[in-house]
């Protein structure tokens, strides 16, 4: 079972796109759609997928809210660069990932969750998380692009 990769009412096809190509590069292919601003299908999204298209777009499917695109999810991890205060563990990807190939390995169905590019997830989605995702970047800039998110993750 791979991860499914949630994309929380991302903004733009062309970040849609880049996002499917970096899933496909580690052989990721369940993308989940939540409101996506510009709607679905995106022909924008198509052009900059790449190869991609057809293994992850054609199969992508679109939800109204996060609750129902993480229905048969049975583990989360939300992602964010910015501190929370909520309880839960705060992971690296490399060390998310290693949990949740333990947690795949046990028949549990896992998810990683992307916020809208602007100003990525919003607390009432991390909140549905039982784990967060941060990158250690550079404390003064650490805004990623959604795909290079999307690929660090899929790389670990």
Known sequence: MEPAIIL????????????A???LNFGLTDLRLVAPRDGW????A???ASGAAGQVLDRARVYPSL???M???DYAYATSARGRELTKPVLTPASAMADGRARTAQGQRIAVIFGPERAGLENDDVARANAIITVPVNPDFPSLNLAQAVLLTGYE
């Open 21 to 23: 190509r970096a899933m």
């Open 71 to 73: 229905a048969d999810i």
């Open 67 to 69: 609750a129902e695109a």
């Open 41 to 44: 299908p995106n022909p924008k």
């Open 46 to 48: 198509i052009a900059m």
């Open 8 to 19: 929380t009412r991302p903004q733009m096809g062309e970040n849609i796109g880049a996002a």
